[in-house]
């Protein structure tokens, strides 16, 4: 019965919903930074560079084999290195929006973390011996 204790304490815990959420919520930013880069950034970058789309961009490897009749018998090899293009601009962009959110949340823990500033300490009262010495100071200035 312990083991299934155990299982169950781990299984509710606070940790493990919060990491559910988070994969969740990942999942979705995933789509969101991917329509980013192919529906947003990529267009321009594709006008900027000539109009080109980089998930075309492949190697040829082996060539595609038909019959006689034109149907394909052996599908062609390919190298898609737009593809790996296309993924590395997903990666730096999804990269470079967790660290600026990561970021942020820092700043605003950090502000929360500030101590309220305290007050300047009072300088400590002077003691009796203090004050009579102070008296006799005085009054020897006094005589002199």
């Known amino acids: ?5 155990e299982f169950k304490s781990f299984a509710v815990k606070g940790n493990m919903i919060d990491m559910a959420v988070g994969i969740i919520i990942g999942g979705a930013f ?8 192919n529906d947003v950034i990529m267009p321009p970058l594709g006008v900027l560079i000539g109009g080109v789309n980089f ?5 040829t490897i082996k060539e595609a084999v038909a019959d006689a009749a034109g149907t394909v018998t052996s599908q062609a090899v390919t190298l898609n290195y737009g593809q790996f293009i296309q993924n590395l601009f997903d990666f730096i962009i999804i990269a470079f929006a967790v660290f ?3 970021k942020a949340m820092n700043r605003m823990r950090a502000k929360q973390e500030q101590p309220a500033p305290t007050p300047p300490p009072v300088p400590p009262q002077p003691t009796n011996e203090e004050k009579l010495l102070a008296e006799i100071r005085d ?6």
Do not use: E, P, Y
């Open 1 to 5: 019965m312990k083991f299934l204790d």
């Open 30 to 37: 995933g789509k969101i930074v991917s329509s980013l880069v």
């Open 55 to 59: 998930t075309g961009f492949k190697l």
């Open 100 to 102: 600026m959110m990561i």
């Open 139 to 144: 009054l020897l200035k006094a005589r002199n």
